[in-house]
Structure formats: C-alpha cells, structure tokens
C-alpha cells in the first residue's frame, strides 16, 4: 500500500545551522504535501505545505522542496533553534487534502 | 485556524471499561478526523466523521470498537470501547484546514490513554 516514510530518525544539529529532514513517499498520485512539528505533550503543528504543482516552498526560516522524480520531499530549517527540538512528519494527501498518511516522524535535536 | 479542545488530556482507564473523547471546535467545519498515535510512533487515521452521516473508518479500525458522533459542525465524540492495555495511545481529533490556500489540518493537542 501507500507508504510516506523519512530517511532518518533522528538529527542532531548545532544551534544555528541548518537542518534538512528528508522524506520519501510512494503514492505518486498523491498531490498534496504537508509537514508537521510535534512538540512533547502536543499535537501536530502544521509548518508548511506544497501541492504537486510546485517543486519548492518558502516559508518563514523553512523551505520544502518537493522531486516528484523520485518522490522525495524534504524540509529545510535555516538557523535552527533551540525551539525547532520536535519531532517532525512528512504527510501526503490526496486531492483536496482529505485521508492524511503520516511518515514515521525525524526528531530533530538542537545543540546549544 | 481553527481551535480545537479537546477533553480529557489524560486519562488511567481499567480494561473493559469504555472512554469517550470529546473534541470541540470554535469554527464550524465540515469535516473532523480522528487519529491515533502509539508510543513514539506517528499517526494513524481511525476514521473521517461527517456531520449528519456516519463515520468512514479506515482498515483495522471498526465502529463498535470505535464508535464516533458528529452532532453538528462544531463538535465530535471518540468512544474507545471495552479497552484493552493495547489501546494505550494517543488520540487526537483534527480538522481541515480553511481558507482558498489550503491551510492543511489543525489538531487537538490530544488524549493520552492508559489502560491497565
């Protein structure tokens, strides 16, 4: 079946530098995309989405990039924080963005 | 985006006892969806609750283990009936996203389950 899955589990980066999550999903039907951040105690946090339409996203401090090519998405923090410490999905919907599959999650560690 | 309560945040349950998990929204939206999260994993989708029809569940989720009401727009219940210890989750209820950019879901910050 479909499958939205991430390449790491776990990163550990520097405070201020950048950090690349990376996902893969394999519905290739699929047209649209979201990431989540999930804090302890909490329940997901949208950040940002891309539709199949697109192959890059800006928003604040975060970039998505989306390769329909080999079904590849990742998520690009610039300057991370001490405050992106979370755990983040990657999501893929169908159209109209109903029926979210949900990858296994990257937590992300930030070192002061 | 819209606000979601949702209640109880927590709670130790005995096996065989049911629960139900209340989820109210401070918009009125069409469609609400409910999740469950196991122990350090991601999330998985129990059902699609319509209001004014019964729920879509998807596969391995079934509505007399978890029946659902949807009574009107702004307001769903989960029951999780004659619970188990394998039921301890997290359950949470989310919402479509609004607006003509999708905005993607909006979720309630969850009811941890223990089942002893």
């Known amino acids: 079946g479909e499958s939205v899955g991430l390449h790491l589990p776990t990163l550990s980066v520097q405070e201020g530098d950048n950090s690349i999550i990376n996902c893969a999903y394999s519905n290739s039907a699929s047209d649209y995309f979201i990431w989540y951040k999930q804090e302890s105690g909490k329940g997901p946090q949208f950040i940002i989405d891309?539709?199949?339409?697109?192959d890059k996203r800006q928003g604040q401090r975060v970039t998505v990039l989306l390769n329909k090519t080999v079904k590849h998405l990742s998520l690009q923090i610039a300057a991370t924080q001490p405050g992106d410490s979370a755990v983040y999905f990657c999501a893929e919907a169908d159209t109209g963005g109903f029926k979210t599959i949900f990858g296994a999650g990257t937590r992300l560690f930030v070192k002061a | 985006s819209a606000v979601i309560s949702q209640k109880p945040s927590r709670d130790i349950c005995q096996r065989g006892t049911s629960l139900t998990i209340q989820c109210q929204v401070d918009s009125q939206v069409t469609m609400m969806f409910w999740y469950r999260q196991q122990p350090g994993q991601s999330l998985t989708l129990i059902a699609t609750?319509?209001?004014?029809?019964?729920?879509?569940?998807e596969s391995g989720f079934v509505i007399d283990k978890f029946p659902i009401s949807r009574p009107n727009l702004t307001f769903s219940t989960l029951t999780v009936s004659n619970m188990s210890p394998e039921d301890s989750s997290i359950y949470l209820c989310s919402v479509e996203g609004t607006g003509g950019n999708y905005y993607g879901y909006t979720f309630g910050s969850g009811t941890r389950l223990t089942v002893v």
């Open positions: 891309i539709r199949s339409n697109m």
């Open positions: 609750a319509n209001q004014g029809s019964e729920a879509t569940y």
